[in-house]
């Protein structure tokens, strides 16, 4: 699958049907920065990181490890587009940064 039509699958997927078929998403090299950006906020973004209330461990995993790739430059830019910025309030994103929360995330 292209990354264009990756990053249109990921962004049409019924989450409730499991993380299975996003892994290897999140696994490979080919795999665009904003798919993979997309898919750490599809996760609830920060907002998962901050739950500990018996959260679903198989999505914090994920999370944890998209996050993490997202950090350290492991996906390249390409021509897919995502920016949380799309469906955050100017003041979930002040208080996202206020909390640390990385800018190339948001």
């Known amino acids: 699958m292209d990354a264009a039509k990756q990053h ?6 019924n989450w409730d049907d499991g ?11 080919q795999t665009e920065f904003a798919t993979a950006l997309m898919i750490y906020w599809r996760l609830d973004g920060p907002w998962l990181e901050a739950r500990s209330d018996g959260v679903n461990d198989e999505a914090k995993q994920l999370q944890d490890y998209v996050r993490q790739r997202l950090l350290a430059g492991f996906y390249p830019r390409g021509t897919s587009a995502f920016d949380p910025r799309w469906e955050l309030s100017q003041v979930q994103i002040y208080k996202l940064r206020k909390l640390g929360v990385p800018e190339l995330l948001l």
């Open 8 to 13: 249109d699958w990921v962004a049409n997927y």
């Open 19 to 29: 993380l299975a078929p996003i892994w290897p998403i999140v696994m490979s090299p």
